[in-house]
Structures are given as structure tokens and as C-alpha cells.
């Protein structure tokens, strides 16, 4: 079965820093990886999806990399603010006709001030 | 605004009741599924469906049912057989197949309690 896994459950960084998530995963390839910004008692957002084509793909502060030979993907956050403070969850589409995701637990992103 | 809406927010259910939590989406969207959140797991995947009257099971489909009679719709079932039912559940609709670049949308989730 699929398996992913984020680096660590929490990380706690100073607003300004860059701020860099690990997701890691085993037995089949995924043609996509999605990423997913989830708010405490909220149905997770979709911010940005990378194809097993592409290194690397940005989105404004937002950096995501996907390396398939090492299978993992890295999210970027730079210039951190409070405001990023969520727990982000990584997805991987196999790229079936069925169109169903794997996710995994999250990594709870804590920015202070 | 096109999305999707999860009712109720919170539900509470007795033991040995079935209760059903509902989810409507006005994006057009031909797929749909149902996750659990625990806390400290990954969502796991209930059922999904791909088009109106036909759906199929996820990872952990035992004590859960559904139907798909509409496209906009797809209510989620926890009967008395699921065990252990208390949990955050997550509604979500996509394009199915390769080349969509919006991922899932999700509902705001209902929260399911047993008393």
C-alpha cells in the first residue's frame, strides 16, 4: 500500500525565515503530489499540485520541489508570517483514472513573532 | 460562489443509531468522496464516487454507506455497525483523471460525536 510520510509532526520557526517541509514516500511513483494548507476545526485548502515531469513549481512565498529519485517532495514557505501558522498536508495522485489521493498526517507549522 | 457544504457542523449520535451527514457541491465536479480525519492521522478514505450511481469503497468502508443519485449530492451514512464512529469527517469534490491543476475542494467538515 502507499505510504507518506512527513518529515515531523511540528516545526516552529521565527517570522522572516523560510520555513521547509519534508514529504516522503514509498512503493508506487506518484504522477502528481499535492499540497494542501488545513486551518484547526477546517476542511483542508488545495494550494499547489507538481507533476512527476516537473522539479520544481512556485506560487507567490509558496516553493514546492519533487525529486523522484530520492521520492520526496519539499514545500517552501519564504518570508514566514504568523499568519502561515497551519497544519500542511501532503498528497499524492497516482495518476489512475480514479483520481483518488493518498495523504499524509500533516506537519503543524507554528510561525511567531 | 461555487463550493461545497457539509451539514450539519456537529452531530452527535447515540449508540446503536444511524445518523447520516450530508454534502452538496454546486462546482460541477464529477468526482466525490468521503474522508475521516483522527487526530494525529492522515485522512483515510471512506467511499468515492466517480459519477451519478456508482460509487466505490476506500480504505476503511466498513459501517459506512452512501449513495450518488444526484451529481451535486453525496450523503454519507454511519450506521450502527461502525464501531467507533467519533471523528472529523471530510467532504471533497474534484475533476477526475490526469491534467487538473485545482486538486480537491473540500467542505468545512462535520464533526461526529458518540454520547
Known amino acids: 500500500s502507499q505510504k507518506i510520510e512527513q518529515n515531523s509532526e511540528a516545526l516552529n520557526i521565527q517570522e522572516g525565515k523560510t520555513a521547509t517541509l519534508t514529504c516522503n514516500y514509498t512503493n508506487y511513483s506518484p504522477a502528481y503530489l499535492q499540497w494542501y494548507r488545513q486551518d484547526p476545526g477546517r476542511g483542508p485548502v488545495f494550494l499547489l499540485l507538481?507533476?512527476?515531469?516537473?522539479k520544481e513549481k512556485r506560487k507567490e512565498r509558496l516553493k514546492v520541489t519533487f525529486d523522484t529519485t530520492l521520492k520526496q517532495s519539499l514545500f517552501h514557505i519564504t518570508a514566514s508570517q504568523p499568519a502561515d501558522s497551519a497544519t500542511y498536508l501532503c498528497a499524492l495522485d497516482r495518476g489512475s483514472t480514479l483520481g483518488r489521493l493518498y495523504f499524509g498526517r500533516g506537519t503543524q507549522l507554528t510561525v511567531w513573532p | 460562489d461555487g463550493g461545497i457544504t457539509q451539514s450539519p457542523k456537529y452531530l452527535f449520535r447515540k449508540e446503536g443509531q444511524n445518523v447520516t451527514l450530508s454534502c452538496e457541491q454546486n462546482?460541477?465536479?464529477?468526482?466525490m468522496y468521503w474522508y475521516r480525519q483522527d487526530p494525529g492521522q492522515g485522512l483515510r478514505l471512506i467511499y468515492y464516487?466517480?459519477?451519478?450511481?456508482?460509487?466505490q469503497k476506500g480504505d476503511i468502508a466498513e459501517g459506512y454507506s452512501v449513495s450518488r443519485e444526484k451529481k451535486e449530492s453525496f450523503p454519507l451514512t454511519v450506521t450502527s455497525a461502525q464501531k467507533n464512529p467519533t471523528a472529523f469527517y471530510l467532504c471533497?469534490?474534484?475533476?477526475?483523471?490526469?491534467?487538473?491543476?485545482?486538486?480537491?475542494?473540500f467542505g468545512s467538515g462535520t464533526r461526529l460525536t458518540v454520547v
Open positions: 507538481i507533476r512527476e515531469n516537473e
Open positions: 464516487s466517480q459519477i451519478v450511481n456508482d460509487f
Open positions: 471533497a469534490s474534484s475533476i477526475p483523471n490526469a491534467g487538473s491543476n485545482y486538486g480537491y475542494t
Open positions: 462546482l460541477n465536479h464529477d468526482a
